[in-house]
């Protein structure tokens, strides 16, 4: 482990013994995307946090995890879900570190591990129809790939069964929505949101707090 410090103070560096990497959280609120990812882009030892499993999601998401006063109150756990940056972006050609790789328009890796969401949505999002939830679930599916971990929000809210979420729920190629962020909301019964990934613009900062930092 090294010593880091952001804005005079003392960055702290979780081991994580499963991927043998190191993580730092990064409390910069209202920081873009370009802006953590420039703040860190001539360092050697870190990058943006690229969770690649579920056991690795749980981990990064443990770190900036947030508890509502009332898990009943939908304003209260709104207020308390934080968002932050993690090292994933939406490319038309393949991973901008290394170039196109041929694997064409999705979401990629920045750290050149690939790509992990092909994206052909929106895929529609809002009250919808058993019919029309069932057509966006098809097209949601047709994305993933295999082998490959995700952990976008997705289906119905437990508490709103008619209102359906279906994440990346932008179109990275012309809204902007092209870059990855994580939920902080603690996980329960009602809202559930375990590490939920979401898509965001890079220079939207509502409700960005932060960055996660991965070693390399």
């Known amino acids: 482990a090294h010593a880091y410090f952001f804005n005079g103070s003392d960055l702290t560096e979780y081991y994580n013994p499963d991927t043998e990497h190191y993580y730092m959280v990064v409390d910069q609120p209202g920081v873009t995307w370009g802006g953590a990812a420039f703040a860190w882009d001539s360092n050697t030892d870190y990058h943006l946090a690229t969770p690649q499993s579920l056991d690795e999601n749980n981990f990064v998401w443990g770190l900036i995890e947030t508890f509502p006063s009332d898990f009943s109150s939908d304003l209260s756990a709104l207020s308390a879900n934080r968002k932050y940056w993690l090292g994933g972006l939406y490319s038309l050609s393949g991973n901008p570190s290394d170039g196109p790789d041929g694997l064409g328009a999705g979401w990629y890796w920045v750290e050149g591990q690939g790509k992990f969401w092909n994206d052909t949505g929106p895929y529609g999002s809002g009250l919808l129809s058993p019919s029309e939830a069932a057509a966006a679930q098809a097209a949601w ?15 119905a809210r437990p508490w709103q069964t008619d209102f359906y979420v279906y994440e990346p729920s932008g179109d990275g190629k012309s809204d902007g929505d092209s870059r990855l962020a994580m939920y902080s909301l603690a996980g329960d019964n009602i809202y559930n949101h375990m590490g939920w990934w979401n898509d965001q613009d890079k220079d939207d900062i509502s409700r960005i707090y932060g960055y996660v930092l991965e070693s390399f």
């Open 141 to 155: 599916e047709t994305d993933q790939i295999a082998g490959q971990y995700t952990n976008w929000q997705t289906g």
